[in-house]
């Protein structure tokens, strides 16, 4: 897979961090098979020293925060682990459904190989609140604020109020296709449709943090082009 330049990826730099724009289908870092491209090769080949502040998983687009020095690394993690980096993550969901600062507060562990579970006795805390931006017939398009930051804990929160990310077929997510969505849509002889988009439809839209002890910036990232596609056929044809 073609991945852009680095440098076309970015949102912001200064002398401390760069701010980029991460496309689907692209680990943030070495994979454990180690072969393939990742965000932090590409970042270390533009910057020498740099350092990877957070993860994506590998199918989520958008902002991602990236320290050019060990000092801003410190800082921009220490923001992380008091939780006062505001993330802002936009998720199609299977379903119309009204979120209305809905708070999910449930715990999660991590039980290995890339899986998680909801578990009130073991889990660590994780809480998101969700709030739904648009309506279409079949699917919402929802605003994901998490507190916390588990792994997956978008993703199995809403799974948890049946209303699974579109496409994510680890929590019951339903990949979109354009023939249950437009009438009359009719498909070729002998041709397999294909999803909208090839990948859960998750995308980190906005983060604020400081970068240094008085500046505060929000950075956001613009949807990549397989989002914007189903949100111009979501408006097309389910609304």
């Known amino acids: 897979m073609k991945f852009p330049k680095f440098a076309d990826l970015i949102l912001f730099e200064n002398d401390d961090v760069i701010v980029v724009n991460k496309p689907p289908f692209l680990s943030s870092l070495d994979e454990r098979e180690g072969g393939e491209v990742n965000l932090l090769r590409l970042a270390k080949a533009y910057w020498d020293d740099a350092q990877i502040c957070h993860r994506l998983d590998k199918e989520t687009s958008g902002a991602l925060i990236i320290a050019k020095n060990p000092e801003a690394y410190r800082m921009v993690s220490m923001q992380f682990e ?102 009359k849509y009719h498909l070729g002889k002998d041709q397999e449709e294909l999803p909208i988009m090839k990948r859960f439809a998750l ?37």
């Not at 929802?142 to 799974?159: D, F, K, S």
Request: glycine share 6%.
């Open 82 to 183: 008091k939780r006062q980096v505001k993330k802002v993550y936009h998720a199609i969901i299977d379903g119309t459904h009204t979120f209305d600062h809905l708070l999910i507060d449930l715990p999660i562990l991590n039980v290995g190989k890339g899986n998680v579970t909801i578990s009130r006795q073991e889990g660590k805390r994780a809480e998101t609140w969700f709030q739904s931006l648009r309506y279409f017939k079949h699917y919402t398009l929802v605003e994901c604020r998490p507190v916390t930051g588990r792994m997956h804990q978008i993703r199995i929160h809403l799974a948890t109020q049946r209303a699974s990310i579109a496409g994510d077929e680890m929590y019951k997510g339903e990949p979109v296709f354009l023939s249950k969505i437009k009438r």
């Open 203 to 239: 995308h980190a839209y906005e983060v604020t943090f400081r970068i240094n002890p008085e500046t505060e910036i929000t950075i956001h990232a613009p949807y990549p082009k397989d989002f914007e596609t189903l949100l111009k056929l979501l408006e097309k044809f389910d609304s």
